[in-house]
């Protein structure tokens, strides 16, 4: 069904909604780009019958479901589901002033969401509505330090009077009270360390999900959410369970793998000291020594963003981050200003910094971006308040912001220099938007300022500055890692 109406690269198409169970015909107009599918937000709303509305001077659009919302802002890969976020792999675009949204990918995030079962074959620009009658919709295993965690995705709040876990001879039996679950869905591609098979079972007033495992389970907790149900196996003995930890653990991850990005390289030389020595050059020499702190003394896999001098995109670095689930981001800088008396550490963490002095240091190291193949593509990120915002509230701010703290107490015992003004500052970095684990930026002291300069170019003031990042990621490892059980 492509019309012939071409637009340059850009293709107009129409996507077919069939619904099951009727006759009725929807059609969705939408864009195809690089063989990319582009649905228009408000007639794909309006083929689920969902609410919608629009601020066309902020080029943001709303799409309602009950009491949720999921916020598209057009050319920018994030999307906010609540204050959740969430990042498409390619932007929205715009067209005519309404946004089009990579549909597939649009579709990975928000299914979850939507009260429809929904599938879309790209192929032949079909997307099919089944009104779903399920309300337990997926099943996810993930493992923990001291065991794993079950959590059946749903699309409703149970009670947790509602479910009953059991194990009997390794079959873990979870019985959900008004539970409506999709076997067809749920028996597919569940292959873990822990569970052997499913099997689910629909009855008439209960859904019932058997899991064979495959390690002893010591201990199980129920927990219901929002819109999920979370089951935690403790699987190892040598530890007490005390308190609530299945709240504790929802908040906690075992911190193996941490990315290091040492700031700019090649073509962006970052700033540049009265003696010609570059940003880059000392950042590089600065997280080659963190690295081989940390593998000396732990068994931390450490990932450097790049190990030889060259030129790397922002978003090219946490895509590196996220790509090898690294769990700590930490990105390494050298400060400047006009100011050359100035001087001394910070650290940073995103957020939606509004003091002159985080606005230019934001600027300082967001401006990078002109060596990139296609700066235009972040030129949203500038001036969405609303996802800084929202990322600021999110999962893994605290912990930035507690990291931050620590390195900053360690830099101040190791590298014997002061603390630039507040310590911790927010603000829109690029480099560290989309990093999904805890992420900070260490500016470690100023090149602008003659002291300092002098010594950033002594070996031995740049491993003062590892040690006090190594020591500050050993006791974040600890401090988090304590509280798993
Ligand atoms: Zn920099």
Redesign the pocket.
């Given at each position: 069904m492509k019309s012939t109406e071409a637009q340059s690269h850009i293709t107009k198409a129409w996507i077919n909604v069939r619904y099951a169970g009727s006759t009725k015909i929807y059609q969705i107009p939408s864009l195809i780009k690089d063989n990319i599918i582009y649905a228009s937000l408000k007639d794909f709303a309006g083929a689920l019958n969902l609410g919608f509305f629009s601020n066309k001077s902020k080029k943001k659009e709303v799409v309602r479901i009950g009491s949720r919302s999921i916020k598209v802002t057009s050319y920018n890969p994030f999307i906010l589901v609540d204050d959740k976020v969430y990042q498409l792999a390619l932007n929205p675009i715009e067209s005519n002033g309404e946004i089009f949204v990579p549909l597939s990918h649009f579709l990975g995030i928000t299914a979850v969401y939507l009260p429809q079962k929904v599938l879309f074959d790209e192929n032949r620009l079909s997307l099919s509505v089944k009104f779903s009658q399920y309300n337990i919709v997926a099943v996810d295993i993930s493992k923990r330090e001291n065991g794993y965690i079950v959590t059946l995705k749903t699309t409703k709040q149970f009670k947790n009077s509602d479910i009953a876990a059991s194990i009997k001879h390794n079959w873990l039996n979870i019985t959900v009270y008004g539970g409506k679950l999709d076997s067809a869905s749920l028996f597919t591609k569940i292959k873990n360390q822990i569970v052997d098979q499913i099997l689910p079972f629909q009855f008439k007033k209960s859904a019932y999900l058997s899991l064979k495992l495959n390690k002893k389970v010591l201990s199980r907790k129920v927990y219901a959410g929002e819109d999920e149900i979370v089951i935690s196996l403790r699987t190892l003995s040598s530890v007490e369970v005390t308190g609530d930890i299945l709240d504790k653990q929802r908040k906690k991850w075992i911190i193996d793998t941490i990315i290091i990005d040492p700031?700019?390289g090649g073509r962006q030389p970052?700033?540049i000291g009265k003696t010609g020595i570059k940003?880059k050059e000392i950042?590089l020499d600065i997280a080659k020594r963190l690295k081989k702190l940390l593998e000396k003394n732990t068994n931390l896999k450490v990932l450097l963003t790049h190990e030889i001098d060259k030129t790397m995109g922002l978003k090219e670095r946490t895509q590196f981050a996220n790509k090898n689930n690294g769990k700590l981001f930490i990105s390494i800088?050298?400060?400047a200003t006009t100011n050359h008396s100035a001087r001394g550490f910070s650290t940073w963490v995103l957020g939606h910094g509004k003091s002159k002095q985080a606005l230019q240091v934001a600027e300082?190291?967001n401006s990078?971006i002109q060596f990139e193949d296609s700066p235009e593509s972040y030129k949203d990120f500038g001036d969405a308040a609303h996802i800084l915002n929202a990322i600021a509230n999110s999962s893994y701010q605290k912990e930035s912001m507690d990291l931050a703290q620590i390195v900053n107490k360690e830099m101040k015992k190791y590298t014997k220099i002061p603390m630039w003004g507040k310590g911790v500052y927010q603000a829109g970095f690029y480099v560290l938007i989309g990093a999904a684990m805890p992420r900070i930026l260490i500016?470690t002291a100023f090149l602008s300022n003659k002291y300092e300069e002098r010594l950033l170019r002594t070996r031995s003031f740049r491993q003062k500055v590892a040690m006090a990042i190594f020591k500050s990621i050993k006791i974040f490892k600890k401090k988090y890692e304590q509280g798993i059980g």
């Open positions: 700031g700019h970052g700033c940003e950042t800088h050298v400060n300082k190291e990078v500016e």
